[in-house]
């Protein structure tokens, strides 16, 4: 199985399982006693897969049961929460029981999405994430200047999740197209920090920010650190994740394009034959060039240190985080979770003489 190489989708995939159904998704909006709820399920053969939220606090909720007839019987692990329902027509009306065996009137109807949404968000949310954004604002707070370059930090108020924008420094055109996608990097990482749960109910993410991006002449980069542990997951996790821009035209940059190997182009991405390219060209030139440039870091560790970090595989560095600063390009190495403190060390910088950029070959 090949390993999972962006951490965005890595996320999505433990947070939400239930996107991986077949069934269609069917969404309802409505109230349970005085508040206001949305519902999402999944109806497989009476087996009932789903997720709910109260719009107060937005965190996800899961629920799974059974559909006999009209009535469906759902529970949630993580809460303990009892969902009898039945089908009136296009609505469900029922009741909810809490753990603490509080009962509420459930009266819902389904729904096509919401009309309020925040601009500039991701494409592919579905309508219940979409309903899960809806109505929500970000907050603008400090700014500050980085390299003679002005940003300003903005927060979502529910989740806590900052990430800043460019107010200067740059054409007006190029910085207009990165804040369009600052924006929607924030958006998705707030739907993310909603889904994840934890086992106790209290939200899953441990850890959700961006660190001060680096402001280059010609470029920008910043890199977004996460760790989580929702409800219905193996196990804690964390990982890495950068975006880097090209501040003439705003376009994000793309490794493949920065950083070949090899006289052939590139296969397109999440291919097999971009997975191959990967593990092998990839991977193996990555090695050969920190050699060169750090040869003490990528010594391999004796057979007696079972337990060490060997960055001369080059299995640890086929799908890297990535991201640029003034000496280069950083990559992050991926090791298997025992070896996970062996991530990402700060010292694995390619130097910028060694990269393929489509303008300026300094920063």
Not at 20 to 44: L, N, Y
Not at 96 to 118: E, F, I, N, Q
Not at 215 to 229: C, I, T
């Amino acid at each position: 199985m090949h390993r999972l190489h962006a951490l965005a989708g890595a996320f999505c995939a433990l947070i939400l399982p239930a996107s991986a159904s077949a069934a269609p998704e069917t969404v309802f909006e409505g109230v349970a006693g005085t508040a206001r709820i949305v519902v999402a399920m999944t109806e497989d053969k009476g087996e009932v897969d789903g997720h709910y939220f109260y719009q107060t606090s937005r965190l996800d909720i899961d629920l799974s049961g059974t559909a006999t007839g009209t009535t469906l019987t759902l529970e949630s692990r993580t809460t303990g929460d009892h969902l009898l329902l039945k089908r009136i027509g296009p609505k469900l009306v029922g009741t909810l029981t809490t753990a603490k065996a509080r009962r509420l009137a459930v009266s819902l109807h389904p729904t096509a999405g919401p009309a309020s949404l925040p601009a500039d968000l991701p494409t592919k949310l579905s309508v219940y994430e979409r309903w899960h954004l809806a109505g929500l604002h970000l907050t603008p707070q400090q700014a500050e200047t980085i390299n003679g370059k002005r940003i300003r930090w903005y927060r979502e108020p529910l989740s806590g999740i900052r990430l800043f924008r460019i107010e200067g420094g740059y054409s007006t055109a190029a910085v207009a197209e990165v804040n369009h996608a600052l924006a929607r990097n924030q958006w998705q990482n707030v739907s993310a920090w909603f889904a994840c749960t934890g086992s106790d109910g209290q939200p899953g993410t441990d850890v959700a920010e961006a660190d001060k991006p680096w402001l280059g002449v010609n470029h920008m980069s910043y890199l977004w650190a996460q760790s989580w542990s929702c409800a219905g997951t193996a196990h804690p996790d964390f990982g890495t994740e950068g975006h880097s821009f090209d501040m003439a035209t705003g376009g994000e940059l793309v490794l493949d394009a920065l950083f070949p190997f090899g006289s052939e182009s590139v296969p397109a991405e999440d291919s097999d034959a971009w997975y191959t390219y990967r593990s092998n060209r990839f991977a193996l030139g990555v090695v050969g060039l920190l050699k060169r440039f750090h040869p003490e870091e990528m010594e391999p560790p004796s057979k007696e240190d079972e337990g060490a970090c060997d960055y001369s595989d080059p299995e640890v560095w086929d799908f890297p985080a990535w991201a640029l600063s003034e000496k280069g390009l950083w990559l992050g190495a991926y090791f298997p979770r025992a070896q996970r403190p062996c991530d990402a060390p700060d010292w694995a910088v390619i130097p910028w003489s060694s990269l393929r950029l489509p303008r300026a070959t300094a920063p």
